[in-house]
């Protein structure tokens, strides 16, 4: 079975503060696909990326970055100079195919609340 | 280009009424699902479709029902509604014809409220 676990419920930080999100995963597939989605108070959940089990290249996106590690079984985001547009939850989740073959599962932490204030 | 629609964006129903949630897609994904969102539980997916004509089991499962008659349609029907069923809905799809990617794009969701 598939788990993921973000231990951080709620994150306060002050606007151009750097914050990391935490998500360690379990699983016992050697080919997954790790995720963040942003869901803002509007309430849609926005895909923001996506890595494979393969890649463990760190990568960068403006002010966001991500930190894959796979011999902590870990995929953190990290937030540069932090603005209260980013003010959300954040979800980190992990994907395997279903026995269909085809379809993926996607398995979801339980969301990193994040304030941004001024 | 919509993405994916779900109707309606929100609902109360009484307890034991029969309850269909709509969710379309125009993105010609042959994969699509539902999910549930429960405060302190994240996202749990209750039913899933690999294409058109097939559905299967996510996690719970229970107390719900689907079917995909088309690549673009994916309803989800409460038979007889209870109070644990309320909670926001949501579907969404992923092109899983393209092996590399299964990131699923998601709906704006149903708020349902089941008294």
């Known amino acids: 079975a598939q788990k993921v676990t973000q231990a951080q419920t709620e994150i306060s930080v002050v606007e151009k503060e750097d914050v990391t999100l935490d998500c360690v995963y379990e699983t016992r597939d050697t080919t997954y696909y790790l995720f963040w989605y942003k869901q803002p108070p509007s309430g849609e959940l926005v895909f923001l990326i996506r890595r494979n089990s393969f890649d463990e290249q760190n990568e960068i996106s403006g002010r966001y970055s991500w930190n894959f590690q796979k011999s902590t079984s870990s995929f953190n985001f990290t937030i540069t100079a932090s603005q209260v547009v980013d003010s959300a939850v954040y979800f980190c989740a992990l994907s395997v195919l279903l026995n269909t073959g085809t379809a993926s599962k996607l398995t979801f932490g339980t969301g990193t609340r994040l304030q941004v204030t001024l | 280009i919509a993405g994916i629609t779900q109707a309606p964006t929100s609902q109360i129903l009484a307890a034991g009424r029969r309850m269909t949630l709509r969710c379309t897609q125009d993105m010609r994904h042959n994969a699509m699902y539902w999910y549930r969102q429960d405060l302190g539980l994240g996202l749990r997916l209750i039913h899933y479709s690999n294409t058109a004509g097939t559905t299967g089991k996510g996690e719970v499962p229970d107390g719900y029902s689907v079917s995909r008659a088309n690549t673009d349609d994916f309803p989800l029907t409460l038979a007889s509604a209870v109070p644990s069923q309320t909670s926001v809905y949501f579907c969404?799809?992923?092109?899983?014809?393209?092996?590399?990617?299964?990131?699923?794009?998601f709906g704006p969701g149903t708020r349902l409220t089941v008294t």
């Open positions: 969404a799809s992923s092109d899983s014809a393209r092996t590399s990617a299964y990131e699923q794009y």
